[in-house]
């Protein structure tokens, strides 16, 4: 009876780490990873079966018919890399220090009630993320400070809506109509240019660590929780999009356009020469714009605060590298990206036992600074047009060629992003950065395979 109620003790602290994983964003093998470890050091076999919405888990000493089993349903979501990262660490002193129960429980309360960042600095410079940005894609400050509102306001509402258990899907729907809203009525009250603001106005809501973490679950063989990943991204991004169309719809209108209150359009052209870097100065402000984004991004997703500094250089020099490639020696864009991407994997392994934090955790904001949003921008507001009938007639067949390449190219840059930063996990997958470099695990490989 002792042994029947520790196993089923067990299964249920297992079954409650396997669900804060899952809500924090985790990928399908790392969960399975760090519960077979806690598993093994409290001196059981498990096996599981994990969906993105639920989990089934059975515990047992050698005999497989003896196994306890216990499902159960996830519904939340959302993004707390702190948790993983704080659950990897545990996961490992269960395995080595071999931790009673009453500790780990004591250490998983400790992990739900811990707040990595306030709302003060969550709503004051997570914004800074979408400020970045469009400096990155070319707009100017007086942009960038209506982006920085925009993205507060809408931030604001999307995480205040999900924090209530409100519908997600709805909560993006919301975030990214407020943010749209904002920055049209900005360009049409004080008559500014607004189409970089516009561009990146909803990057901030796209799901990019959800589509890595699918893209690496398809890798690894997980396809169902794979799909339903996927499936869910799908989702949120057809609620953007909607709230983006909404906004413009709205807008649209010739007695909106015509509501001008101010003309700053002088002044903006004034800040924009005063301020545009030129020679050397361009690529540093690359470098700088593109920590920052990665930086504003780490702290939506709550990543560890000992995490920061690799992911401001990883993001940076990502970034840099991107841009040098495909600006200035002709390489392909995609290409650039997963050449870029791929340098975040591979730094990302080895900078991961630095931090004592999983690479995963700050690979994924050090890419999403090279998220294609002018492509996409383009691509949302050829769709508009013809769904609108803005012209007034079809579009021509050039235009819907013109739309559907912007359309694929999105989807092959967004691939090319999730394997330059998958692949390096996959391959090295086998072993653990724990106390190890680089080098070391290469040469392993290489040892391995020959």
């Not at 249920?12 to 598993?39: D, K």
């Not at 990302?348 to 995963?360: D, K, L, S, W």
């Not at 912007?406 to 092959?412: L, P, Q, S």
Request: glycine share 6%.
């Amino acid at each position: 009876m002792i042994e029947e109620r520790r196993a089923q003790t067990v299964l249920n602290l297992l079954t409650e780490i396997g669900e804060m994983m899952i809500t924090s964003g985790s990928h399908t093998a790392r969960i399975i990873r760090n519960l077979e470890r806690i598993a093994k050091g409290l001196g059981y076999h498990c096996e599981l079966v994990l969906t993105y919405t639920g989990i089934v888990i059975s515990v047992y000493k050698e005999n497989k018919f003896k196994a306890h089993t216990l499902a159960r349903t996830v519904k939340s979501k959302g993004l707390n890399f702190e948790t993983i990262s704080e659950i990897s660490i545990l996961s490992w002193d269960v395995l080595e220090n071999k931790i009673p129960i009453s500790e780990i429980k004591s250490t998983l309360k400790q992990i739900k009630e811990k707040k990595v960042y306030s709302n003060l600095e969550l709503y004051a410079f997570a914004p800074f993320a979408s400020v970045a940005l469009c400096m990155l894609f070319d707009g100017d400050w007086l942009q960038s400070l209506i982006v920085y509102f925009s993205t507060l306001f809408g931030y604001y509402a999307r995480r205040t809506l999900m924090l209530k258990h409100h519908n997600h899907i709805f909560a993006f729907f919301i975030g990214a109509t407020i943010s749209t809203l904002f920055i049209h009525l900005t360009g049409v009250v004080f008559n500014i240019q607004i189409k970089e603001a516009l561009v990146v106005s909803v990057l901030y809501l796209i799901p990019g660590a959800v589509m890595i973490n699918a893209f690496i679950d398809y890798l690894e063989g997980y396809f169902e929780s794979g799909t339903a990943r996927f499936i869910y991204s799908f989702m949120l991004v057809l609620m953007i999009a909607f709230g983006f169309f909404s906004s413009t719809m709205i807008f649209d209108m010739q007695a909106i356009k015509e509501f001008n209150l101010f003309d700053l359009s002088y002044f903006q052209t004034q800040v924009k020469v005063a301020f545009e870097p030129k020679g050397l100065g361009i690529e540093t402000a690359k470098l700088i714009f593109g920590g920052i984004t990665s930086l504003g991004f780490a702290l939506m997703f709550n990543t560890p605060k000992r995490a920061l500094w690799t992911v401001f250089i990883l993001g940076a020099v990502g970034y840099l590298i991107k841009f040098i490639l495909f600006k200035e020696l002709d390489m392909n864009l995609i290409l650039s990206i997963f050449i870029a991407s791929s340098f975040v994997g591979i730094s990302g392994m080895y900078f991961a036992h630095r931090t004592h934090t999983p690479p995963i955790i700050f690979m994924i904001p050090a890419v999403i600074n090279m998220i294609p949003g002018l492509i996409s921008y383009e691509f949302m507001m050829g769709m508009i047009d013809w769904i609108s009938g803005s012209k007034g007639q079809k579009p021509s067949v050039e235009e819907v060629i013109q739309t559907f390449s912007y359309g694929i190219t999105t989807v092959f840059i967004l691939f090319a992003l999730a394997f330059g930063v998958a692949f390096p996990i996959i391959v090295f997958k086998s072993y653990t950065v724990k106390g190890k470099d680089l080098n070391v695990l290469i040469k392993k490989l290489f040892k391995r395979n020959t």
